[in-house]
């Protein structure tokens, strides 16, 4: 596609219930990262995928978060049993950069609101 | 541990006013990016600096790479409201590994 895509672009659920946060890269981008983002703070990294490689997951805050991205397509974070300290905008982003990280493109962003 | 430490985290200007931000290491960086994140926005890249000393300008924003590659500058001239928005610098912490870790932004006001 011509930008990374997100979806969906707000979410609100409820405390306890699992939700899934969809991200489709630019066409040809090898990496992928996941960030999250709270109210009027920085980024923090969450994932990173390259290709076939194995994830860096080093960023996920619990074993409640996981995410995955078949081949270079699109990838999918998912939360289970969200608390409120979850609520947060998350970013995905892609770039073509292999060993010297290069320009990242990144998407509108996903907002969720847990209740 | 290693991270990468901005300042000031905010800045208030009158129209015209110069700014400036600057992202510190404690380590030699590869390279560094900035972006820029408008209100209710996403980041987007502004610029890459790799060689040390490196300058770059881009109209009234010029940005520079310490000779040591361990700090960074994102100056401002002649601010206008159209600049209101929070920058980031963007470094990979670790030599070979490919993730970005995020400053956490200075965010800049433009009064008119």
């Known amino acids: 596609g011509a930008g990374v895509s997100q979806s969906p672009s707000n979410k609100v659920t409820e405390k306890g219930k699992d939700v899934e946060l969809r991200c489709d890269p630019i066409?040809?981008?090898?990496?992928l990262y996941w960030y999250r983002q709270r109210l009027g703070q920085g980024l923090e990294f969450l994932i990173y995928?390259?290709?076939?490689?194995?994830?860096?997951k080093s960023g996920l805050p619990s074993d409640r978060f996981s995410a995955e991205r078949t081949g270079e397509s699109v990838s999918t974070l998912t939360i289970q049993r969200t608390q409120q300290e979850d609520s947060a905008v998350y970013l995905c982003?892609?770039?073509?950069?292999?060993?010297?990280?290069?320009?990242?493109?990144f998407g509108e962003g996903s907002r969720l609101t847990v209740l | 541990g290693q991270q990468v430490m901005q300042i000031p985290q905010y800045q208030h200007v009158q129209e015209g006013e110069d700014f400036t931000t600057y992202c510190n290491s404690s380590?030699?960086?590869?390279?560094i990016q900035w972006y820029k994140q408008r209100p209710g926005g996403h980041p987007v890249f502004l610029i890459q600096?790799?060689?040390?000393?490196e300058v770059k300008k881009q109209k009234r924003l010029t940005f520079q790479f310490g000779e040591a590659k361990k700090n960074s500058s994102l100056h401002i001239t002649a601010t206008q409201t159209t600049d209101v928005g929070t920058y980031f610098c963007?470094?990979?912490?670790?030599?070979?590994?490919?993730?970005?870790?995020f400053g956490k932004g200075t965010m800049l006001l433009v009064s008119p």
């Open positions: 380590t030699t960086l590869s390279n």
């Open positions: 600096l790799v060689k040390s000393g």
């Open positions: 963007a470094v990979k912490l670790n030599s070979g590994y490919s993730t970005l870790t």
């Open positions: 982003a892609s770039s073509t950069a292999l060993a010297l990280t290069g320009e990242l493109f």
């Open positions: 995928f390259q290709g076939n490689s194995a994830p860096d």
């Open positions: 066409s040809g981008h090898t990496a």
